[in-house]
Protein backbone atom coordinates (compact mmCIF):
# COMPACT_ATOMS: atom_id res chain seq x y z
CA UNK A 1 0.00 0.00 0.00
CA UNK A 2 1.41 3.36 -1.09
CA UNK A 3 1.72 6.24 1.32
CA UNK A 4 0.72 9.52 0.89
CA UNK A 5 0.49 12.86 2.33
CA UNK A 6 -1.42 13.31 5.29
CA UNK A 7 -2.53 15.70 8.16
CA UNK A 8 -3.77 14.58 11.19
CA UNK A 9 -5.63 16.22 14.02
CA UNK A 10 -6.56 15.11 17.64
CA UNK A 11 -9.58 16.46 19.30
CA UNK A 12 -8.46 16.81 23.25
CA UNK A 13 -11.37 16.45 25.49
CA UNK A 14 -10.55 19.48 27.46
CA UNK A 15 -7.09 20.62 26.19
CA UNK A 16 -4.71 19.79 29.32
CA UNK A 17 -1.71 17.93 28.43
CA UNK A 18 1.11 16.78 31.09
CA UNK A 19 4.53 17.67 28.98
CA UNK A 20 7.78 19.52 30.16
CA UNK A 21 8.85 20.44 26.80
CA UNK A 22 5.49 20.22 25.27
CA UNK A 23 7.05 18.00 22.24
CA UNK A 24 4.41 15.17 20.57
CA UNK A 25 5.85 13.12 18.71
CA UNK A 26 3.61 11.50 15.74
CA UNK A 27 5.65 8.80 15.11
CA UNK A 28 6.04 7.89 19.10
CA UNK A 29 2.40 8.02 19.09
CA UNK A 30 2.43 5.65 16.43
CA UNK A 31 4.89 3.22 17.75
CA UNK A 32 3.02 3.08 21.06
CA UNK A 33 0.11 2.58 19.40
CA UNK A 34 1.54 -0.18 17.10
CA UNK A 35 2.72 -2.42 20.92
CA UNK A 36 -0.76 -1.50 21.96
CA UNK A 37 -2.27 -3.38 19.11
CA UNK A 38 0.19 -6.56 18.79
CA UNK A 39 1.64 -6.70 21.92
CA UNK A 40 -0.47 -5.01 24.40
CA UNK A 41 1.63 -6.74 27.22
CA UNK A 42 4.73 -5.44 26.13
CA UNK A 43 2.91 -1.78 27.42
CA UNK A 44 1.77 -3.54 30.58
CA UNK A 45 5.17 -4.30 31.18
CA UNK A 46 4.57 -8.08 31.50
CA UNK A 47 6.23 -8.94 28.26
CA UNK A 48 10.22 -8.52 27.38
CA UNK A 49 10.46 -8.71 23.30
CA UNK A 50 13.93 -8.15 22.33
CA UNK A 51 14.99 -7.73 18.45
CA UNK A 52 11.39 -7.47 16.92
CA UNK A 53 10.38 -5.94 13.95
CA UNK A 54 8.44 -3.19 14.03
CA UNK A 55 6.10 -2.34 11.00
CA UNK A 56 5.17 1.12 11.62
CA UNK A 57 2.72 2.49 8.60
CA UNK A 58 5.14 5.25 8.39
CA UNK A 59 8.07 5.55 5.73
CA UNK A 60 11.79 6.47 6.51
CA UNK A 61 14.20 8.78 5.38
CA UNK A 62 17.68 8.09 3.97
CA UNK A 63 18.76 7.82 7.69
CA UNK A 64 16.06 5.60 9.10
CA UNK A 65 14.11 8.20 10.97
CA UNK A 66 10.38 8.05 10.69
CA UNK A 67 8.58 10.69 8.25
CA UNK A 68 6.35 12.45 10.73
CA UNK A 69 6.08 15.43 12.50
CA UNK A 70 5.92 17.05 16.24
CA UNK A 71 2.33 18.33 16.84
CA UNK A 72 2.08 22.25 16.13
CA UNK A 73 -0.67 24.22 18.31
CA UNK A 74 -2.01 26.98 20.13
CA UNK A 75 -0.76 27.27 23.95
CA UNK A 76 -3.48 29.48 25.98
CA UNK A 77 -1.56 28.92 29.84
CA UNK A 78 1.05 26.65 31.52
CA UNK A 79 0.26 25.66 34.82
CA UNK A 80 1.96 23.25 37.31
CA UNK A 81 -0.62 20.77 38.82
CA UNK A 82 -0.10 17.46 40.97
CA UNK A 83 -0.76 13.99 41.19
CA UNK A 84 -0.87 11.53 44.13
CA UNK A 85 -0.21 8.07 44.64
CA UNK A 86 -1.84 5.77 47.91
CA UNK A 87 0.76 3.44 49.14
CA UNK A 88 -0.24 -0.29 48.71
CA UNK A 89 -2.22 -1.22 51.87
CA UNK A 90 -2.59 -4.71 51.44
CA UNK A 91 1.04 -5.35 50.74
CA UNK A 92 2.62 -2.91 54.01
CA UNK A 93 3.97 -6.23 55.80
CA UNK A 94 6.41 -6.33 53.03
CA UNK A 95 8.06 -2.84 53.62
CA UNK A 96 7.89 -2.72 57.86
CA UNK A 97 10.71 -1.51 59.29
CA UNK A 98 11.48 -4.28 61.72
CA UNK A 99 13.72 -1.94 64.26
CA UNK A 100 10.55 0.61 64.25
CA UNK A 101 7.68 -1.89 63.61
CA UNK A 102 6.47 0.93 61.22
CA UNK A 103 5.65 0.96 57.28
CA UNK A 104 8.31 3.20 55.39
CA UNK A 105 6.63 5.34 53.35
CA UNK A 106 9.38 6.29 51.09
CA UNK A 107 10.30 3.19 49.36
CA UNK A 108 8.67 0.70 46.67
CA UNK A 109 5.07 0.08 46.75
CA UNK A 110 4.71 1.86 49.96
CA UNK A 111 6.27 4.96 48.87
CA UNK A 112 3.50 7.98 48.76
CA UNK A 113 3.68 10.50 45.45
CA UNK A 114 2.91 14.31 45.43
CA UNK A 115 4.49 14.99 42.12
CA UNK A 116 4.34 18.48 40.64
CA UNK A 117 3.59 18.05 36.75
CA UNK A 118 3.86 20.79 34.14
CA UNK A 119 0.61 21.36 32.49
CA UNK A 120 -0.26 22.68 29.19
CA UNK A 121 -4.20 23.90 27.74
CA UNK A 122 -3.56 23.60 24.40
CA UNK A 123 -5.70 23.75 21.22
CA UNK A 124 -6.00 20.37 19.20
CA UNK A 125 -2.73 19.69 17.98
CA UNK A 126 -1.85 19.31 14.30
CA UNK A 127 0.50 16.72 13.04
CA UNK A 128 1.67 15.96 9.07
CA UNK A 129 3.58 12.91 7.97
CA UNK A 130 3.73 10.29 5.12
CA UNK A 131 1.73 7.65 5.89
CA UNK A 132 -1.17 4.67 4.84
CA UNK A 133 -3.94 6.92 5.15
CA UNK A 134 -6.43 2.74 5.77
CA UNK A 135 -4.11 1.97 8.18
CA UNK A 136 -3.21 4.84 10.39
CA UNK A 137 -6.90 5.51 11.65
CA UNK A 138 -6.95 1.91 12.60
CA UNK A 139 -3.86 2.74 15.24
CA UNK A 140 -4.65 5.76 16.53
CA UNK A 141 -7.94 4.04 17.91
CA UNK A 142 -5.52 2.69 20.31
CA UNK A 143 -4.64 5.97 21.30
CA UNK A 144 -6.79 7.64 23.93
CA UNK A 145 -4.43 10.15 25.40
CA UNK A 146 -0.89 12.46 25.08
CA UNK A 147 1.62 13.34 27.14
CA UNK A 148 2.25 11.69 30.38
CA UNK A 149 -0.26 10.49 32.91
CA UNK A 150 -3.02 9.60 30.52
CA UNK A 151 -4.28 7.64 33.42
CA UNK A 152 -4.71 10.23 35.64
CA UNK A 153 -6.97 12.40 33.04
CA UNK A 154 -4.32 14.68 31.60
CA UNK A 155 -4.25 14.73 27.64
CA UNK A 156 -7.60 12.78 26.78
CA UNK A 157 -8.31 12.32 22.88
CA UNK A 158 -11.78 12.68 22.30
CA UNK A 159 -11.58 11.72 18.70
CA UNK A 160 -8.99 11.67 15.53
CA UNK A 161 -9.73 13.01 12.45
CA UNK A 162 -7.24 11.94 9.37
CA UNK A 163 -7.32 13.50 6.17
CA UNK A 164 -5.02 13.50 2.52
CA UNK A 165 -3.58 16.87 1.64
CA UNK A 166 -1.46 17.77 -1.25
CA UNK A 167 2.35 18.51 -0.22
CA UNK A 168 4.09 16.37 2.45
CA UNK A 169 4.66 18.74 4.89
CA UNK A 170 6.54 15.74 7.58
CA UNK A 171 10.09 17.71 7.36
CA UNK A 172 9.15 21.13 6.31
CA UNK A 173 6.44 23.44 5.59
CA UNK A 174 6.11 26.99 4.18
CA UNK A 175 3.66 27.61 7.18
CA UNK A 176 5.48 26.06 9.90
CA UNK A 177 9.33 25.74 8.53
CA UNK A 178 10.74 22.52 10.56
CA UNK A 179 8.06 19.88 11.31
CA UNK A 180 10.28 17.70 13.62
CA UNK A 181 13.70 17.84 15.31
CA UNK A 182 16.49 17.25 12.73
CA UNK A 183 19.78 16.38 13.91
CA UNK A 184 22.51 19.33 13.69
CA UNK A 185 25.17 16.81 11.84
CA UNK A 186 22.35 17.07 8.74
CA UNK A 187 22.07 20.26 8.62
CA UNK A 188 23.66 21.26 5.29
CA UNK A 189 21.07 18.34 3.86
CA UNK A 190 17.97 20.29 5.00
CA UNK A 191 18.64 23.62 2.13
CA UNK A 192 16.89 25.72 4.93
CA UNK A 193 18.34 28.69 7.16
CA UNK A 194 17.74 26.85 10.84
CA UNK A 195 20.10 29.28 12.50
CA UNK A 196 17.51 30.73 14.38
CA UNK A 197 16.39 27.96 15.51
CA UNK A 198 16.86 26.52 19.15
CA UNK A 199 19.55 23.10 19.77
CA UNK A 200 18.67 20.49 22.06
CA UNK A 201 19.44 17.21 22.42
CA UNK A 202 16.28 15.34 22.39
CA UNK A 203 15.00 12.01 20.26
CA UNK A 204 14.69 11.64 16.42
CA UNK A 205 13.04 8.19 16.67
CA UNK A 206 10.48 6.17 19.18
CA UNK A 207 11.84 4.70 21.43
CA UNK A 208 12.32 8.25 22.88
CA UNK A 209 13.86 7.58 25.75
CA UNK A 210 16.90 5.27 24.91
CA UNK A 211 19.67 7.18 24.81
CA UNK A 212 20.83 5.83 21.63
CA UNK A 213 17.48 7.50 19.76
CA UNK A 214 18.79 10.86 20.75
CA UNK A 215 21.23 13.19 19.46
CA UNK A 216 21.69 17.22 19.47
CA UNK A 217 18.98 18.60 16.99
CA UNK A 218 17.27 22.07 16.25
CA UNK A 219 13.60 22.13 17.31
CA UNK A 220 10.73 22.83 15.29
CA UNK A 221 8.90 26.08 16.32
CA UNK A 222 5.64 24.18 17.28
CA UNK A 223 3.58 26.41 19.55
CA UNK A 224 1.71 29.46 17.46
Same mark, same amino acid.
Given at each position: ?????? %?????L????I /?????????????????????????????? #???? @???? @???? %??? $??L???????Y????? &???????? *?????? $?????? !??? #?? /??????????? &????? =?????????? =?G???????Y? /??? %???????????????????? *??A? !?????? *? #??? @???P??? %???????? !??????? !? #????? *????? $?? /????????????
Open positions: MATEPL %KITAHVDGR /NSADGLLSFASIIYYAWFKRWYPEKVLGTL #KLDD @LLIG @LPLP %KDQ $HGYQASVGFQQYAQ &TTEYWNSE *PDWERG $HTYLDK !DKG #KI /NPSVGVQRAYH &TAETI =RVISDPVFYC =RKIKKIPQL /NYV %KALGKKGSVGWGRVKSWSVE *PIE !DWSLWS *P #KHG @LMRWPT %KYQAELGH !DVSDYFV !D #KTAIK *PPSWQ $HR /NQTLCYIPDFIK
